[in-house]
């Protein structure tokens, strides 16, 4: 029995040993301000660069593997980014990149420096959303931090590295985290299958899977339908296919009939088999959020959007704010959108005799399935009112 106990006693005396060290080296708080969304709930914060008063746009991306600013930022502040030979990708394209070396960005009550920007176009992303993004944050400052974001509330905290006690009701994920958070997860449909997918906040939508992954896992049956939709990303946009998962479980939370977009994974971002895919905002906004990348933790508890619904409308256009205007950009094959005459350029006027050009509120008129929408467009010199009746996809 000695060996036993010794070994006991030795076991004890090292969990003490870290636990005291945990406890005299607690994670401390920095600052708190707020940040405010995007559609499919991206989260935004605002920062200075260096010794510029202007206030710029930060998209929080954990599926960004660095810190970046966009080019026209650049300019506008006569910044010249160093050339180099590294390479970027996403899921439109890959390309070289140039860097700015050894800035800081400064956050309400928090200043952070020796920060290399790599240097992207993110003009569309701008048009997106309409309004200007100036960059993502993502490890370079995820890695320095607790961060606890909190959307009942719409706020963020920064936190030194320390122990931390996490609040009751929630769940503790352990993904593996090199530079991008990896998480296992369960998706039902034609079959149930496990797989590693990436945590990603800086994808506006529910859930993405690769091609790849759908076929050799069988996750859908062949008579699926598939509705065309075009996405954007790294490299410009990029054709995709939506659809309707019966089920995906993270950690112990269940969520049903959620949207998915198919895609060809042409430039490997996923390096499949590694990844079947990636989880986004849409979903993960449904729960506050700690991420403790020190520890390897995302800490999650349910929110008051926990419960909210998906958005199942389907209409096949897709809406840019481009210089003061809404322009249609891409319009699907055999979409509600194209059966009713909307093309490609169309400036979008009104929606149900709603004149204000506000991007948000236009998309959000084409998010009620079964509804009937009017629109004016500008054609030319022609003003055109055309109908559509938005269609869903459960």
């Known amino acids: 029995m000695r060996p036993i106990l010794f070994t006991l006693c030795l076991i004890l005396s090292n969990l003490a040993g870290r636990a005291q060290e945990e406890f005299i080296s607690p994670a401390r708080f920095l600052t708190r301000f707020d940040f405010h969304q995007f559609t499919g709930g991206l989260i935004v914060l605002q920062a200075q660069l260096g010794v510029f008063p202007d206030t710029l746009n930060f998209v929080l991306d954990t599926g960004s593997g660095g810190i970046s600013l966009d080019s026209m930022t650049t300019e506008y502040f006569g910044l010249t980014p160093t050339p180099t030979d590294r390479m970027i990708r996403g899921i439109a394209g890959q390309k070289k990149v140039s860097f700015l070396y050894n800035q800081r960005l400064s956050f309400p009550y928090l200043t952070i420096d020796s920060l290399n920007f790599h240097v992207a176009d993110y003009s569309l992303l701008t048009a997106v959303y309409g309004e200007k993004i100036d960059g993502i944050i993502g490890y370079s400052i995820l890695s320095r931090y607790i961060i606890k974001i909190n959307y009942d509330s719409s706020f963020v ?4 590295k320390g122990s931390m006690k996490y609040p009751r009701g929630g769940y503790l994920l352990r993904p593996n985290i090199a530079s991008l958070p990896v998480q296992t997860l369960r998706v039902r449909d034609n079959e149930t299958v496990n797989a590693r997918f990436l945590y990603d906040m800086g994808a506006g939508l529910n859930m993405m899977l690769t091609t790849d992954f759908v076929r050799d896992s069988s996750l859908l049956g062949r008579k699926r339908k598939l509705y065309a939709k075009e996405g954007e990303g790294l490299g410009g946009k990029i054709d995709m296919h939506i659809t309707v998962i019966k089920e995906v479980k993270l950690g112990p939370y269940r969520f049903r009939n959620v949207p998915t977009y198919i895609f060809d994974d042409s430039y490997n971002v996923t390096s499949y088999p590694y990844l079947g895919g990636l989880i986004g905002s849409d979903l993960l906004r449904r729960f506050n959020i700690i991420l403790n990348y020190d520890r390897r933790d995302i800490h999650l508890i349910p929110n008051k959007h926990y419960n909210d619904g998906f958005d199942y409308a389907y209409s096949g256009i897709e809406l840019y704010g481009i210089n003061g205007e809404i322009i249609v950009g891409d319009v699907a094959k055999d979409s509600p959108a194209q059966a009713c005459g909307v ?20 998309k959000a008129a084409l998010q009620m399935p079964g509804n009937k929408v009017t629109m004016i467009v500008r054609r030319g010199t022609e003003l055109i009112e055309l109908s559509l009746r938005v269609k869903s996809i459960l």
Not at 157 to 160: A, I, K, S
């Open 157 to 160: 905290e920064f936190w030194t």
């Open 343 to 362: 093309k490609e350029g169309d400036v979008v006027i009104a929606i149900d005799k709603n004149f204000v050009q506000d991007l948000q509120r236009m």
